[in-house]
């Protein structure tokens, strides 16, 4: 039903920032559960952070170690991972992903929880 276009990847340096978005296509988003996902070569997706609809939860991965930060727009549709002191292991394509109903943050990191996904943005951290 939603689409989701990822933006903001690039490549940067070991300890740069980068802020990805992703823009929902209509104001339905707003009442999604979203997350961001990263897939590295080699490697099964993976949870990097989600927040709940009203952004009154989040969930990090253990690897964010408080480096990212997710944060949403319900006026503009837009969901934001701020990314700084960037590290060569982040390298990957990273996804924003939507799911209709609400769930327990415990399960955010199960993609199979979620109805919608974007096509990805590569980001790229050099040493």
């Known amino acids: 039903q939603v689409h989701l276009e990822e933006s903001g990847g690039g490549s940067v340096q070991a300890g740069g920032s980068l802020r990805l978005s992703c823009k929902g296509s209509?104001?339905?988003?707003?009442?999604?559960?979203t997350s961001w996902f990263r897939q590295a070569p080699g490697r099964e997706r993976e949870f990097v952070s989600g927040?709940?609809?009203?952004?009154?939860?989040?969930k990090d991965a253990d690897f964010v170690m408080g480096r990212f930060t997710i944060s949403r727009d319900d006026t503009t549709n837009i969901l934001y991972l701020q990314m700084n002191n960037l590290k060569p292991e982040d390298t990957a394509v990273y996804f924003c992903?939507?799911?209709?109903?609400?769930?327990?943050?415990?399960?955010?990191?199960?993609?199979?929880?979620?109805?919608?996904w974007g096509q990805g943005t590569q980001v790229t951290v050099s040493s």
């Open positions: 992903a939507a799911s209709r109903y609400g769930f327990t943050a415990r399960m955010y990191d199960q993609p199979n929880k979620y109805d919608y």
């Open positions: 209509d104001s339905t988003f707003s009442n999604y559960l």
């Open positions: 927040i709940s609809r009203a952004g009154t939860i989040t």
